[in-house]
């Protein structure tokens, strides 16, 4: 079970049934329930893959000349802040 851990610590992307797939190739039998619930235990959490678009060459160059651009400014003169969103007397009502 101890290759389990690994494999999930070296691949983020690794599903249980990959791991159960390269056990068992590795002559370990076990389930795929097996696998899950070790790596729950061991405080591994299961999430679904977030599909976003990486950036691409345009959105490096456009950042990169914005960093240029901003490289001497006097961030002094900025106020950063945390932004959380409440809303107040929510109605219950689903619409489309």
């Known amino acids: 079970m101890y290759g389990c851990y690994i494999m999930a610590e070296k691949e983020h992307n690794i599903t249980a049934i ?15 329930e097996t696998v899950r619930r070790r790596l729950r235990k061991s405080g591994g959490k ?10 691409k060459e345009d ?15 006097d961030w002094n ?11 107040l007397y929510t ?3 689903k619409v489309w």
């Open 18 to 32: 990959q791991i159960q797939e390269k056990m068992e190739e590795r002559g370990v039998g076990l389930s795929v």
């Open 59 to 73: 959105h490096r160059k456009k950042r990169l000349q914005w960093a240029k651009k901003h490289k001497n400014f």
């Open 46 to 55: 299961f999430s679904n893959e977030i599909s976003k678009p990486l950036l």
């Open 77 to 87: 003169r900025v106020v950063f802040t945390d932004e959380s969103t409440f809303q």
């Open 91 to 93: 109605s219950k009502k």
